[in-house]
Structures are given as structure tokens and as C-alpha cells.
């Protein structure tokens, strides 16, 4: 089975530094990497290129002009490109635990998609880490809120597989499955439950939800939330408006992207 990790990015080179960092010391690396990019400047595309040095995975950065929130087409294009099977899919402000690859797949099964869980990292221990200090990150460690969401322990995920909670930085499924319900929902042009929208979207298709609670770990690096609540007002209204219709296929989605050119920086 060919694994593709895809994930989206905006102006924060620092944490797509870690975050890609974390592949390296994957005990299974996924077999081609996606950035999905919602036009960052250079920075981030020399965060890429220093990266592709590190390794000898297949690493595709998809790049769009920025013209606000541009989150959902960003990652239909990177969806577009994508060729592995099964997808698993992040944001660039997280660290992967070592085994994050390994128990995403030890979980996937054909009629699922699957949600993991985060553990934040405190503001001054994300300060640390973006200074080059060498710190450890662990259910055992210091500079963790949410600390349970950090341990790691198989023999209690079957007792959360039905917890409601999603997050769209820590979710894993398989290329057919996304590709029937045509990605995001790109109406969503600014920030809020695009990612509760697919999920709404692949359980229409009689695909379901298993949550995987301490295994499947991430560390999400401090950052000033975005959202307004006139932002997520309006983002409410597109989600109740999608599911009053019980949507299941996005009219603006992957499929627009196919014929794309050049949509691949490197």
C-alpha cells in the first residue's frame, strides 16, 4: 500500500521546519509527501528545498497565490497530485510522535476514516524549540498541555473509537474515499468547520468515524488562534446550509484541479 502525507501550510516556516523534521524519525515514513500551500512566501519555499536535501522521499510542494483563506483549495490541489492509496493528512504547525505513520496504518480499514488527537505545546517550550534547542516531547516530558492526549497506550483506544471530537490536522483515509465525496468543500473560503464538512460528507457515503485516542500522536506548536466569531458565524451557515441538503459530492473540489497545469512548485 503507497502512503501520502499531505500537509497544508501558510507563512509559519519555523513550525513546517518541525513539522517536517518529524518524518525523518518516523519508525515508517510514508512513501511521498504533500505540502499543500496557501502562498506562503519564500520562506517556506526555502523551508522545502533545505527538506528535500534531507531525504530521498518524493516530496511535491503544491503552491497557490494567496488571496485570503485559501485552505480547502490548497488542499484539493494537493489531493490532485497525490498518488498514494491511503492518505494521511496533518498541518505544518504539529511534530509527529515517532510511531504517528505506523498507527495510522496499523488502523486503517477499508469503510473508516480516522481522527487522532493532539497534545498542545506550551508557548515558551515552542519558543525553545524554534531557537534549535534538542527537547524531548512525551506524555513523561515537560512542556505539554493536554497531557493525556500525549500518552501513548493501544490498549485504551477501543474504549474512545466513537468520541465525536475531529481534527482535521490528524486524520487519515483512503484516496478513493475522498476523491467520491471531491475533497473540501472550497465555498468554505474562510477559516472554520471545513474539516467537520468532509467528515459529514464521507459518513454520507456510509464511510464512518473512528477516533483513535493515544495512539496516532501530534504535538500541536503554541500560535495565537485565528478564527473570528464572525468568521465562524459565517462558516456555520455554509455547513448547516450543506447538511440541510444532505450534501455529499462538493461542486467545488478535486476534480477542478485535474486538468491543472504547473500546479507541482517542485
Not at 78 to 93: E, H, K, P
Not at 141 to 159: E, W, Y
Not at 219 to 231: C, I
Request: overall charge positive; hydrophobic content about 35%; proline content about 3%.
Amino acid at each position: 500500500m503507497k502512503v501520502t502525507l499531505i500537509t497544508s501550510t501558510y507563512n509559519f516556516p519555523r513550525a513546517l521546519t518541525l513539522c517536517l523534521d518529524s518524518i525523518l524519525t518516523q519508525t515508517r515514513t510514508p512513501d511521498e509527501i504533500v505540502i499543500a500551500d496557501d502562498g506562503s512566501d519564500d520562506r517556506t519555499k526555502e523551508v522545502v528545498r533545505r527538506f528535500i536535501g534531507k531525504t530521498s522521499i518524493p516530496v511535491k510542494h503544491v503552491w497557490q497565490e494567496n488571496h485570503g483563506f485559501g485552505k480547502t483549495a490548497a488542499m484539493n490541489k494537493g489531493f490532485a497530485v497525490s498518488t498514494g492509496d491511503y492518505i494521511i493528512q496533518i498541518d505544518g504547525d504539529i511534530i509527529m510522535e515517532r510511531h504517528f505513520v505506523e498507527d495510522h496504518l496499523r488502523y486503517a480499514r477499508k469503510g473508516i476514516f480516522l481522527c487522532g488527537s493532539r497534545s498542545r505545546v506550551t508557548r515558551a517550550f515552542t519558543e525553545r524549540l524554534f531557537r534549535g534547542e534538542k527537547l524531548t516531547l512525551g506524555f513523561w516530558h515537560p512542556g505539554l498541555d493536554d497531557r493525556m492526549n500525549a500518552l501513548r497506550c493501544c490498549l485504551l483506544t477501543p474504549f474512545f473509537k466513537n468520541y465525536r471530537h475531529l481534527r482535521g490536522c490528524n486524520m487519515s483515509f483512503w484516496r478513493e474515499d475522498v476523491e467520491r465525496v471531491n475533497g473540501y468543500d472550497e465555498v468554505f473560503n474562510v477559516y472554520g468547520y471545513e474539516d467537520e464538512d468532509l467528515q459529514n460528507r464521507l459518513q454520507r457515503t456510509g464511510v464512518n468515524k473512528v477516533f483513535i485516542k493515544f495512539m496516532c500522536i501530534e504535538y500541536h506548536l503554541y500560535h495565537p488562534e485565528h478564527p473570528t466569531k464572525r468568521q465562524l458565524a459565517e462558516t456555520r451557515k455554509i455547513i448547516d446550509r450543506n447538511n440541510d441538503n444532505s450534501l455529499v459530492v462538493s461542486e467545488q473540489g478535486i476534480a477542478q484541479h485535474r486538468q491543472e497545469h504547473n500546479l507541482i512548485l517542485y
